[in-house]
T-cell receptor, first 113, second 113 residues
């Protein structure tokens, strides 16, 4: 069974730009969650999608958004990038809920210059 | 606000030493508890989880954790560590009121051969 895949693996952007990250969950998994990992704040929950609907959201500004497609693939978008958005963005998938075992992808390393 | 504290940011042990990593959370209600591990160059993966029942939970690779409700703690233990246990360990909590997972900031464990 293929694991969670994330593309691209690395991104360099400049302030003010926007970026879209992609996540393909494990086949059959319907819940996809996104996390931001930074040295200072650690791992922080961004949002969770299930059946194309955002089911839960963390405490991030509206510049961070996401969506899920009918095949459970998910994208997250960050608009008007700030230097502080530089981070590793992790995606995780699980069968139905976040309390089911979550399987993490390798992450996308975003650098904002 | 709910939080998860991991008191040891960096732990160095020799092989065969016993390990205990602390994790405390701040939430008065029912919680779901997790320990995740990230080995060098690998994805974050689940070590063990506790939802209810026996407060002593066994996970993969000889790890176990004990939930002590009165202390709001979920400490991770291993009787005898190996060099291959070198990794970063994250404690995480999902309060029963919502499905937002809250991670601790992680503990880097370095095992000396």
């Amino acid at each position: 069974k293929a694991g969670v895949t994330q593309t691209p693996r690395y991104l360099i952007k400049t302030r003010g730009q926007q970026v879209t990250l992609s996540c393909s969950p494990i086949s059959g998994h319907r819940s996809v969650s996104w996390y931001q990992q930074t040295p200072g704040q650690g791992l922080q929950f961004l949002f969770e999608y299930f059946s194309e609907t955002q089911r839960n959201k963390g405490n991030f500004p509206g510049r961070f958004s996401g969506r899920q497609f009918s095949n459970s693939r998910s994208e997250m978008n960050v608009s008007t990038l700030e230097l502080g958005d530089s981070a590793l963005y992790l995606c995780a998938s699980s069968s139905v809920t976040v309390t089911d075992t979550q399987y993490f992808g390798p992450g996308t390393r975003l650098t904002v210059l | 606000a709910q939080s998860v504290s991991q008191h040891n940011h960096h732990v160095i042990l020799s092989e065969a030493a016993s390990l205990e990593l602390g994790c405390n959370y701040s939430y008065g209600g029912t919680v779901n508890l997790f320990w995740y591990v990230q080995y060098p160059g690998q994805h974050l993966q689940l070590l063990l989880k506790y939802f209810s029942g026996d407060p002593l939970v066994k996970g993969i690779k000889g790890f176990e954790a004990e939930f002590i409700k009165s202390k709001f703690s979920f400490n991770l233990r291993k009787p005898s560590v190996q060099w291959s246990d070198t990794a970063e360990y994250f404690c995480a909590v999902i309060p029963d009121r919502d499905d937002k997972i809250i991670f601790g900031k992680g503990t880097r464990l370095h095992i000396l051969p």
